[in-house]
């Protein structure tokens, strides 16, 4: 049977979470600290792999995928995929990239 996954401890250093950096339960958390982990560490829902390179997805994020590489629509020239960042395209954008039949519009998270 295998042993569970430890976090290794350095003497005199805190070492209350795991390691997927979530607080372990119980333990004491500061308001700072918490607002650190959510600030420094976005869920991320996945990741595109593009190229060899791992592209992460977070709630928000918009993937654009393009049938026609270099293609012109809503005052961007689209590559075969890119991640748009929250609040990059704007609406009138999204409407026009979703209306276009050479362009996917996937939108991740809630």
């Known amino acids: 049977m295998k042993k ?17 950096g979530m607080p372990i339960e119980g333990a004491e958390t500061s308001q700072k600290e918490k607002e650190e982990l959510v600030t420094a560490h976005p869920t991320v829902f996945g990741h595109v792999l593009v190229k060899g390179k791992a592209i992460p997805l977070h709630d928000g ?17 689209h590559p075969h995929m890119r991640v748009h960042p929250e609040g990059s395209l704007t609406e009138e954008q999204l409407t026009l990239l979703r209306a276009e039949p050479k362009i996917s519009v996937i939108e991740i998270g809630g």
């Not at 569970?4 to 997927?20: H, I, M, Q, R």
């Not at 994020?61 to 020239?77: K, M, N």
């Open 61 to 77: 994020d918009i993937v654009v995928t393009c049938a026609e590489p270099g293609f012109r629509r809503a005052g961007l020239e």
């Open 4 to 20: 569970p996954l430890e976090k290794p401890s350095v003497e005199g250093v805190k070492n209350d979470s795991p390691l997927d």
